[in-house]
């Protein structure tokens, strides 16, 4: 999932000290309203900064090596900020459900370290060159080396949750990781057919994207029967929803808008939700897109009167209501937990995968 702006470094753990368990009102009056979303993030962060300060702490010493370039290339990423979801995910559920802590903050390192193992290859494979607002790690350093510390961080997350004793974390990690390797695989495959279809298109995400996401709402498989089911379909529905709002901003008429650069997806012949949509309700699109599309994917130079047919076509908006949709079923999964302000925040963060793009 490429992310589409950078925070400074620690972004999520720099909330003040922590009430443990402030009035759920509270949290749900700061989750309503578009211009509302970074107060839900800090608000979300702040029940649980104490142990997001751990995740921090576990990050760095889980890149210490005494081979001078595998510290230095992980921090190029970890240290460049970033959302910090997953582990925040993984500890809300945690306290929302009564699962082991520890635990939780060990799923959450290591699904921050799978993830950001998925961003060195990811970007080595696309040819990727800018990462987080700054260079990507193979511009600086070279594929080889990157390709690498991308390994050595799945090394490290595997060590991080073996470390738990608990087999049903590492045996749900190793599965959750071959669903991710199985989407990314898929994607590429796919990737320079203007004949994708939606379904494809949710299996890739829901693989590559949802699958880590859905790991760390389970608590690593921590939760008992009952939560376990509603909490898979929670994360399952916020990464399809957060990655729908990523592609969404991949098709913004202007990267001001985006606050990145668009057209992207194009370039790399990946057909996203917003412009399967709209070739759905413009068979002349598709017909566009097909004559426009090569192995590699469509010329940079085409990609803005194709966007520009996407949004007149009603994909980006048709996209909208779906990741709308899927915030709702994640929603719906959540009821399955006691009320409290945690579960409250993870409302919130369900509610941020698509805010961002309304």
């Not at 972004?11 to 989750?31: H, K, M, Q």
């Not at 970890?78 to 929302?96: F, I, T």
């Not at 057919?193 to 996401?213: G, Q």
Request: glycine letters at 8%; one cysteine or more; aromatic letters at 2%.
């Amino acid at each position: 999932m490429r992310e589409t702006a950078p925070a400074p470094q620690g972004a999520l753990t720099r909330a003040a000290a922590p009430s443990r368990e402030p009035a759920a009102s509270v949290v749900r009056e700061a989750t309503t309203g578009v211009d509302q979303a970074a107060n839900m993030v800090d608000l979300a962060v702040s029940l649980v900064a104490d142990e997001m300060r751990q995740v921090e702490q576990q990050l760095t010493e889980a890149m210490e090596s005494p081979v001078g370039p595998i510290p230095q290339v992980g921090s190029h990423l970890l240290a460049a900020g970033g959302k910090r979801l997953r582990p925040l995910l993984a500890v809300l559920a945690a306290r929302a459900a009564n699962a082991p802590i520890e635990a939780a903050i060990a799923v959450g390192c290591a699904a921050e370290l799978i993830h950001t193992a998925t961003l060195f290859h990811d970007d080595v494979v696309d040819d990727g060159r800018v990462r987080r607002g700054r260079p990507a790690a193979r511009m600086v350093y070279g594929n080889g080396i990157v390709v690498l510390v991308g390994d050595f961080c799945l090394a490290r997350a595997l060590a991080i949750v073996a470390g738990t004793g608990q087999l049903p974390v590492i045996q749900s990690m190793a599965a959750a990781v071959t669903e991710m390797a199985e989407g990314e695989v898929a994607q590429l495959e796919r990737a320079g057919n203007a004949d994708a279809t939606i379904s494809a298109y949710y299996d890739v995400i829901d693989r590559k994207t949802a699958s880590l996401i859905a790991w760390c709402s389970r608590v690593g498989n921590l939760l008992p029967s009952g939560q376990h089911e509603a909490m898979d379909r929670y994360g399952r529905a916020v990464g399809r929803a957060f990655q729908i709002a990523d592609d969404i901003l991949d098709c913004a008429v202007d990267e001001a808008t985006a606050g990145k650069s668009v057209g992207h997806d194009l370039v790399e012949g990946k057909m996203t939700l917003p412009v399967l949509l709209a070739c759905d309700c413009d068979p002349s699109l598709l017909a566009q897109i097909r004559g426009s599309m090569t192995e590699h994917g469509v010329p940079a130079e085409a990609t803005t009167e194709i966007l520009r047919r996407v949004h007149e076509a009603g994909g980006v908006e048709a996209a909208r209501q779906a990741a709308q949709k899927l915030v709702k079923e994640a929603l719906a999964a959540l009821q399955i937990l006691p009320e409290s302000a945690y579960r409250d925040a993870l409302g919130a963060l369900a509610r941020l995968s698509v805010e961002r793009v309304v």
